[in-house]
């Protein structure tokens, strides 16, 4: 995977609201709801496909598209909301693997798809 | 905003996921719900405060160590659907803002938060 | 409120899925995802709007037949869901609703919104 | 199926909310988030089952349980948005019925899961 220039993308996102006086529509609240409704639509593509249908969808030109849209939509809000947190988002993703590591330890979680709780 | 070191992301959570034999629960279908499920969580937090307090909410430290927990969790499972789909993120967003811009043009969508089909 | 005829309405709905050979289409994990993915939607025509227009959106005409249909949509999932866990659904409410009463004591929840795990 | 006592039902609700003096929390728009966040609940219970396993989730008296639960959650958001928005339910799905029945002709729909729109 390449990486990304995170700072100039949330750059182009952030003028892209404000050119449009949306920071007024964009409270925290909003852009959760506005995340998981991009979340489902993403969902949407797969809900009727089995698991091994999903796993090649992108290989259709078309859904690819789609697919691409919806994940770019799912991260455009996704920075909005890092934006309004004043959340350092590398460290917090290292921060919850941590906990995801101790919470899942390779000897009991390993082929199994248990909740933690229930481990 | 900080930039993110994304390859070494994607290695920890691509590293995890095969320590404990998950990956045959992650097809992109399954990821997708989870994803949803993690935007629910992330929602969950604001979804019986006003839009204010949602903007406040980072400031208690409690909160915010959620909504830092909750935004890795939605970012992780969407990491793993990039790595899943050969998508160019990076691209995929920049496509996606692209369009964005044309179904929104600013003199027709400046203060108004209604949908590019109803414009 | 007006009652509704139950019955009537999920023969309706699985008489609709059966001569269109959806039923293979149509597992529990399907239908929860669909479920999901039409509440979002429903919650899409809110996401920008503050509550208090939330709370009118119903009287204009044409928001008011895609809150409907949207609502019916969640519903028709529910009821395949029902129907396809041999759930006894009014005695599935009554139970929630009788733990949802020794979850959140009248005084303690008096007022507040916070979760029972935090009372 | 058997039928339910929906206007006994919403009473209880309604009553419920109204000794915690929590109608306050419940404008229409909290009530679609609160409604996708529990159908996301019910679809955790199913994310990483395959769709046989999700078939048969109703068969473990534990699991039984947990989707009643969450699907009584579903069932009880949902009535309250019915009850603020002065709609009458059973004409609703009705109606949304037949404009399924108009966009999925059973000849073009036949076994097949492509939404109305690339019919």
Tied chains: 1, 2, 3, 4.
């Excluded at 259709?60 to 909301?81: G, M, N, W």
């Amino acid at each position: 995977m390449k990486t990304i220039d995170l700072p100039k993308i949330q750059q182009i996102v952030k003028q892209f609201a404000e050119e449009r006086d949306w920071d007024k529509f964009h409270s925290v609240k909003n852009l959760s709801m506005a995340l998981t409704v991009e979340s489902s639509e993403l969902m949407e593509i797969f809900q009727w496909l089995t698991e091994d249908e999903s796993n090649r969808a992108h290989l259709d030109p078309k859904l690819k598209t789609k697919i691409e849209d919806e994940v770019a939509d799912v991260f455009i809000y996704l920075l909005r909301i890092v934006g309004k947190t004043d959340m350092d988002l590398e460290q917090a993703i290292l921060n919850k693997m941590q906990k995801n590591i101790e919470k899942y330890p390779v000897d009991k979680a390993r082929g199994n798809s248990k909740k933690y709780t229930d481990l």
